[in-house]
């Protein structure tokens, strides 16, 4: 268990939908990392924030957004969903904003769009 | 941009055989180096780093990699492989140092471990 919590497991949603995702870092972890995995891009690195700040952008897409609040955690909203929306996306945390420090990953959510 | 390839999609090996999974990385500047594991149904976890100094690093669960410059590879490697270490491997390469966090993956290497 990495200490980071990811809900929800599963979404089982339709295209035109819109969705989020939550995510509550580890104790005392000021950043968070979100990951999209699929069969076909593999796992990418979509947008990260540092204390409740944008602190890199990823090939996120429009329709996609995201946000840190005030007690850290972290939602991803994806809207206008199509079919290849359908991955699994990763949320992680790291103390500061560095590569120097470890990130640690959530279990993930399962996203499938029909 | 920095991109990663890892040539082996799947790797079959016996129990108590060695094993070695092999990464290329692109990227202009120095490189931080990383590899994760992912279980059946979990997150990743990170195996081992590399930032600078040597170019042999440890990490958990007995893995080891080597940073080559002159190849611009970063291979794992592991003497005695367990039932225990099948599952998929991830080479990433990091971009923003101190200041941020971006990790870009290869497309993982899933390891089959046979008894």
């Known amino acids: 268990d990495s200490g980071v919590t990811q809900t929800p497991k599963h979404l089982i949603t339709a295209t035109g939908q819109r969705v989020t995702l939550r995510c509550s870092p580890r104790?005392?972890?000021?950043?968070v990392y979100w990951y999209q995995q699929s069969l076909d891009q593999g796992l990418q690195f979509l947008i990260q924030?540092?204390?409740?700040?944008?602190?890199a952008k990823g090939n996120i897409l429009e329709r996609f957004s995201a946000q840190q609040f005030p007690d850290l955690h972290s939602e991803l909203n994806l809207s206008s969903l199509e079919l290849g929306d359908s991955a699994l996306y990763f949320c992680?945390?790291?103390?500061?904003?560095?590569?120097?420090?470890?990130?640690?990953f959530g279990p993930g959510t399962r996203l499938t769009v029909l | 941009a920095q991109s990663v390839t890892q040539p082996d999609i799947h790797i079959t090996v016996s129990e108590g055989a060695s094993l070695e999974l092999r990464c290329n990385y692109s990227?202009?500047?120095?490189?931080?180096l990383f590899w994760y594991v992912q279980s059946p149904g979990q997150g990743l976890q990170l195996l081992l780093k590399?930032?600078?100094?040597?170019?042999l690093v440890q990490g958990i669960k007995g893995f080891e990699a080597e940073f080559k410059r002159s190849q611009s590879s970063f291979n794992l490697r592991k003497p005695s492989v367990h039932w225990s270490d099948a599952a998929e491997y991830f080479c990433?390469?990091?971009?923003?140092?101190?200041?941020?966090?971006?990790?870009?993956f290869g497309q993982g290497t899933i390891l089959t471990v046979h008894p």
């Open positions: 992680a945390s790291s103390t500061t904003s560095g590569l120097h420090n470890e990130q640690f």
């Open positions: 104790s005392g972890d000021l950043s």
């Open positions: 924030y540092y204390n409740g700040e944008e602190r």
């Open positions: 990227y202009g500047a120095t490189p931080y």
């Open positions: 590399y930032f600078s100094g040597d170019t």
């Open positions: 990433a390469v990091g971009a923003g140092g101190t200041s941020y966090g971006k990790l870009t």
